[in-house]
């Protein structure tokens, strides 16, 4: 199995409240997965320093290969993702002369697609989404104005992105995900999944148990439902990591022949449903 294991944190008091839904920490961790990568920890926090920065020094002491945080890189009052990872790494926050220019540019290229009417000045809250923890990196945003931010510290990569999600997946894949598959290198993920019916849940458990007992690089998990006959219905999801793609496969099968094999000696309904490698 994969020992790159990375974090993920989500900053925002609106996931608390439940005012919009965590899709990005779904999809980042989809992402991660599918590189090889293994998400050890998903942590969803209000938009205070404190916090913040209480929990990047708890990760540095857990030491994953990387946190990945989004939210809290905005213009206004309340964004303050970067203040709080100053404050655990004992860092100033200085405006940072290349994440000036990547402002600057996107938006003088705002103006020239007429998205905007006038040139925009870098007013303080503009000139904010520039002052970055001393040693930050900033990273290049193709879709909006706040750069995302990389920081070494120690062992941990710490990466920022903007909430909105379609800048989070932008600047994900053009400057994070070619990062991952370096760490992870030849790394592949796998997974498969079957559907059982007309057996119960408690009664595929044991089951379950026995398979990753004897499969010991395979996760299975269930996922439980109704059919439309109102009989039991479950998914069986099955995921490994390996060297190369052949022995992930290899791996995975196995255990869904074996898996298959328990399932229908319960008197259950098993058909394939889809494979995935990465």
Known sequence: MTSHHIEILSVGNELLIGKIANTNAQWLAKRATTTGMSVNRITVIGDDVYEISKIIKEALRRR???LIATGGLGPTFDDKT???IAKALDQPLKVNREAVKMIEETYERFLKEGRVDEKIELTPPRLKMATLPEKAQPLHNPVGTAPGVMIRADHMTIVVFPGVPTEMEAIFDESIQPLLKKMVGNVTFYETS???SGVMESDIAPLIDKTMNDNPYVYIKS???????????LELHLSTTASDPETGKKKAEQALVQIMELAQGK???VKPKKSDQR
């Open 64 to 66: 994953p290969k990387m």
């Open 267 to 269: 008197g259950g309904i």
């Open 223 to 233: 996922h439980p439902s109704r059919s439309g006959e109102g009989k039991p219905f």
């Open 82 to 84: 970067l203040e709080g």
């Open 194 to 196: 079957i559907t059982v």
